[in-house]
C-alpha cells in the first residue's frame, strides 16, 4: 500500500526526501497465508559405533507462488540442514551446581556439514496466490 501511495504521489521520477506510507488490514479467512512442508531423512545407524550418517534429505513444499526458484531452493535446503544439525549434534550442557550454559562458544558447537548428508532435495509445488 505504501508503494502504490508513493507512485500515486510522485509517478516514476520521485524528488529526493519523497516519502509515503500505507497500511493493510490483518489478513483474514478468506486468503490463506500459511506454507507447509513435509521432510523425510534416510537415516543409517552404525551397530556397533551407534554413528548417525544421514545419506539423503527429501523436503517438498506448498509455500505459495515462487517468485525466485533459487532463493526458494536456498531457503528450503537451509532450513532441512538447520533441522538435522539440531537433530545430530545440538546439545545444551548445563553445570549442575549453577544451572549455566557450560558450551554457550563456537569451540563446542558442532553444526552440520557437507559429511553428514550426502544428497538434499527440495522441491515445491506450483500454486497460484
Do not use: C, K
Amino acid at each position: 500500500e505504501a508503494a502504490r501511495a508513493f507512485r500515486g504521489r510522485y509517478g516514476t521520477e520521485p524528488p529526493d526526501g519523497a516519502e509515503a506510507s500505507g497500511s493493510v488490514r490483518p489478513a483474514d479467512d478468506r486468503y490463506a497465508t500459511h506454507a507447509f512442508g513435509a521432510q523425510f531423512a534416510e537415516a543409517r545407524v552404525h551397530l556397533d559405533t551407534g554413528e548417525i550418517r544421514v545419506p539423503r534429505l527429501l523436503g517438498v513444499f506448498a509455500a505459495g507462488r515462487i517468485i525466485n526458484p533459487r532463493t526458494a531452493r536456498s531457503q528450503f535446503v537451509g532450513g532441512m540442514t538447520m533441522g538435522l544439525s539440531m537433530a545430530l549434534h545440538e546439545n545444551s550442557v548445563l553445570d549442575p551446581r549453577t544451572g549455566h550454559v557450560v558450551n554457550h562458544d563456537l569451540a563446542d558447537y558442532h553444526i552440520t556439514a557437507n559429511a553428514d548428508v550426502t544428497e538434499v532435495e527440495a522441491h515445491w509445488l506450483d500454486e497460484h496466490d
